[in-house]
Every structure is written in C-alpha cells, then in structure tokens.
C-alpha cells in the first residue's frame, strides 16, 4: 500500500516537473548577461579566456565564497580527525621501479599544476585545477615514496597567506575605486602572460591555497 | 554521436550500480569511473575548463579520499563477521 502511494505521488511530481519545464524554451538564450560577458568580457578585463574573466572578476566574491567552504571543509575535517588513531600495521616499502617512478614523476606533475594555474587567463583551467593537479602530485608521492613527508605548519601557512592575499587584493579595489575585487591594475595586450589586471594575481593565490590545501586533507587522512 | 550515447549508457549503467553495490570499495570505484566519463563528456560539450576540474577532483581526488575514508573505518563484511 505504502510504495503505491508513494508510486502515485512521484507520478504527480514528475507531471507536475514536465509541465512546468515544457514552458520554458530549451536552447534559447533567455538572458542578456551573458551576451554582455561574451561581448565585452575581453575589453573589459583584457582575460582571453572569458571562463575566467567570469569566475575571478564578474563573479569573484562567489569564488571567495567557494574557497571558504573549501577551508571550512578542511578545517572540519582536521576537527574530526584529531586525536583519531589508527592501529600502524607493518607496511611493506615499495619497489624500486615504483619509488624511481615517483620520484621522476612528481616534480613534473608540480610543474603541470603550476602553469595551470598561472596560465589560468590564457588557456583553459585555473586556480582549482592547477591546485587539484598538485595536490593528486602529492598523492602520488604520499602512495608511492611514503617516507617523505611535507611539513604541516608550512602547508598551514601557504593557505592563510593564499587566502589573505586574495582578500587583500579584494580591498584594495574597495579603497582604489569603486568595489571589492575591482579590477585596478593595468590590463595589458591580450593574449600574453601579463594581462588581464588583478586576474593572474588571484589565480596564483586561489591555486596556491586550494593545492595546500587539497594536500593538507590527503596528509591529514593518511597519517 | 555513438560513441557520446555509449558514454551515457555506461555512465548510468555505473550510476545505478554505485548505489547498489553492498562493497563499498567496489561503489566508489564504480563512482570515480562516472566521474571519469562526465569529464569525457564535458570535453566534448566543449568546456575544457569543467572537464579539467572533474577529473582532477571528481576522478582522482575524491576517489582517493573515500577509500582512504574506508580504510579508517570498518568496511561491512568484516562488520557483520564480527556481529
């Protein structure tokens, strides 16, 4: 009796759904901030890529927003896990070709996960990306090689400086004109690495953090 | 055209099946091989940037965190053998 009304209920919700989206006309452009983010997004803030000119610049306060949930997701995280102590089984130390492999390895995925982000205005990719590449780098590293380890206090401080930095850069627009996170500095030719104003400045950091970060909890988890 | 439906059906196939595996591991494994196509189909849908997000994060990130989450806790055989 219980999954019939429950049958008919979702029934109802589905029509209910359908007939409300079959309103609305798919694949027709609806609003005209976009159009305007296409259009003048490149005079604007001299960002080639217009993903990021949206993200950092139209958007930047949500990508504030999004980095602080980021930390308070690690912070709980560490709250959760601290004191949390696991019994230390015998782990056998990896091969030789995996230890090479690693090593060999790790120090190009850096190298990836930085120009990621720092060529975050130029090509596709950005801030969390780039951070997300280097923190699977260390991941590799924790797998693969496990007597090394990163220090917890510099990967603490790495994410406060990222995440204050960005916030200053965001006054400083408050104070030099109008509102946070204006575009302030000059925009430069497009198309080459100094351009786009604030917008590399701010992928630097948000990378920065995030990577730290993304790395903190995988450190935080294996120990 | 075909190839993008085949990535659809094995992407719902592993969707469903995620959510009724028993095994844990098996389920986040099947979970990351979803996020694996997402970022496949957004590549195609012509959104680098999203794609490049999904595979970092939702392919090799989060898989990583949830099976190193299941080896801090019990996986659910060893819970029922103790029972």
């Given at each position: 009796m219980r999954k019939i009304i429950s049958f008919i209920l979702l029934i109802v919700i589905f029509v209910g759904i359908y007939f409300a989206l079959a309103q609305i006309p798919y694949g027709k452009n609806k609003m005209n901030v976009s159009k305007h983010y296409i259009s003048n997004g490149l005079k604007e803030n001299g960002a080639a890529n217009i993903v990021t000119s949206v993200v950092l610049n139209y958007r930047g306060f949500d990508?504030?927003?999004?980095?602080?949930?980021?930390?308070?997701?690690?912070?709980?995280?560490?709250?959760?896990?601290?004191?949390?102590?696991?019994?230390?089984?015998?782990?056998?130390?990896?091969?030789?070709?995996?230890?090479?492999?690693?090593?060999?390895?790790?120090?190009f995925i850096l190298l990836l996960g930085i120009y990621i982000f720092i060529?975050?205005?130029?090509?596709?990719?950005?801030?969390?990306?780039?951070?997300?590449?280097?923190?699977?780098?260390?991941?590799?590293?924790?797998?693969?090689?496990?007597?090394?380890?990163?220090?917890?206090?510099?990967?603490?401080?790495?994410?406060?400086?990222?995440?204050?930095?960005?916030?200053?850069?965001?006054?400083?627009?408050?104070?030099?004109?109008?509102?946070?996170?204006?575009?302030?500095?000059?925009?430069?030719?497009?198309?080459?690495?100094?351009?786009?104003?604030?917008?590399?400045?701010?992928?630097?950091?948000?990378?920065?953090k995030v990577g730290a970060e993304l790395s903190g909890i995988i450190y935080k988890l294996m120990e | 055209m075909i190839f993008i439906i085949l990535l659809v059906i094995i992407m719902l196939v592993g969707a469903i099946v995620s959510c009724i595996f028993e095994d844990l591991l098996s389920a986040v494994i099947v979970a990351g091989i979803v996020s694996l196509i997402a970022a496949i189909l957004f590549y195609f849908l012509q959104a680098p940037d999203v794609a490049m997000a999904e595979a970092a994060i939702g392919a090799a990130l989060t898989t990583a965190i949830f099976v190193f989450a299941i080896k801090k806790t019990k996986r659910q055989e060893e819970n029922e053998k103790d029972n």
């Open positions: 990508t504030l927003g999004e980095i602080t949930i980021l930390f308070i997701g690690a912070v709980g995280l560490g709250m959760i896990l601290f004191g949390f102590e696991t019994k230390k089984k015998d782990i056998k130390p990896a091969s030789l070709i995996l230890k090479t492999g690693c090593k060999f390895l790790f120090p060529h975050g205005h130029l090509t596709p990719g950005g801030g969390f990306q780039g951070g997300a590449i280097i923190a699977s780098g260390f991941l590799l590293n924790y797998l693969g090689c496990s007597k090394k380890r990163i220090s917890e206090k510099g990967i603490n401080i790495i994410e406060s400086l990222g995440g204050a930095i960005f916030i200053v850069i965001g006054l400083l627009g408050l104070f030099l004109g109008d509102y946070f996170l204006l575009n302030f500095l000059p925009k430069g030719a497009v198309n080459t690495l100094i351009s786009g104003g604030i917008i590399p400045l701010l992928y630097i950091t948000i990378g920065l | -």
